[in-house]
């Protein structure tokens, strides 16, 4: 089994979907993940948003102007006028349920509801391609049948491994099967999802599920780059990456994978294979057990973080201090991405600033606090253990004249982590792939 996954741009328009049912031919059984259409997500957020200022003239206004475009790709891609008024049937049974929330005030679940048309959508039609204009064998799965998380909105992998089963167990015969990335259920048996960009989190968990021989991610561009692309000009594809270097670039903002979307194929194994739609040919990058030589071999970026400084005369010389400090964030479920010390103080960054007032106030317990918003983690990502001479001058040479807040080197082989104000971040990325990649 193979698990092929598909985001937004490959997805993006007729011609894009034709394109992919291309690049699925083959003889080996498969699962098919598609995301939403590019921006088809990004809208339905925004009609969330009216709906939750209360502006439904603009909801509605935004949703049919969303339902007028399904209809047009409806009509592009399927030419029998039969089949294309059973799939605006089903398309418009899709903007019913969207429309229907706009009844009353918009809660966080009918929000989940909204947010999982987009890729109920690009399914129903790419599989009516596939089995009405193509002819082809292909069973639309339905991720809400198979796809959970638990109260703790992780995976629940046992669930979704005995239900993924049940349901491939009905098709023995059956080669291609296409499925929804993103949706799931919550705990609660309601419609859910894994965050944005989580259809490639989707497809590492269904290829957890269904111990595939490999999972395909396919986008919009040739591989995992050395930097981000949309920030540095001049960035090229890495060729290998082990599982741990790719989580921790996916983590720390390398968005060509959503961050958690590593960690289902590293634990069973499983190589993940980064493809571009629009250069099927090209190598891509190789996720797996085995990396590169190249001993830096990417920078990416995590915007959004917070910096506290907790400074402590009671930390002189104690014990228990940092268990206690780090109970405060536990309960408030809110992990820790970067911390260093020093004999007196600690800093660390949180991304998730939902509890920080409570954090704050139970901090100011320990001693004084600060804190600064708009720091981004720039991290390092290679073999830096076995290369220690050089890598970290290099960097630290090239980002001289940009302020450090904060340096974390040592807790991983692979991971230099540094953090710097927001406003710094294109110039230290810049400067960073000057010093470190740019080949004499
Ligand atoms: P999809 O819709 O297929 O999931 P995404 O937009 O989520 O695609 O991810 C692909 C994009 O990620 C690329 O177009 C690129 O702009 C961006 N990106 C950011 N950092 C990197 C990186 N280090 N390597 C490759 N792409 C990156
Ligand atoms: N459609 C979702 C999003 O835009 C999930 C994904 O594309 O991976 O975030
Ligand atoms: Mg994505």
Redesign the pocket.
Known sequence: MKVLKF????VGSAERMRAVAELIQSDERRIVVL?AM?GTTNALVNIARLLYDGDTTAATYQTEILRQHYLMVARELLPNEAHVTDAITQVDARFRAVFDLMRGPLTASGEKVILAQGELLSTLLFHRYVTQVLGQQAVLLPALDFMKIDRDEEPDAAYIREHLAQQLAQYPDNQLFITQGYICRNADGGIDNLKR?G??YSASLIGAAADASEIQIW???D???N????VVEGTYPIRELSFDEAAE?AYFG???LHPSSVLPARQHNIPVRLLNTMQPEAPGTLISSKTGPEPIK?V?AKDGLVAINVKSSRMLLAHGFLRSLFEVFERYRTPIDMITTSEVAVSLTIDDATHLEEILNDLRGFGTVEVDKNQTIICLVGNLVQSTHGAARLAFGALEDVPLRMISYGGSPNNISILVNTADKTRALKALNAGLFQKA
Do not use: E
Request: a negative charge; zero cysteines; charged letters at 20%.
């Open positions: 985001g937004g741009t490959s995301s590019s960009g259809s490639d986008t919009d561009i591989g995992l780059h930097n981000d692309p949309r670039l390398a968005k060509i990417a990416a």
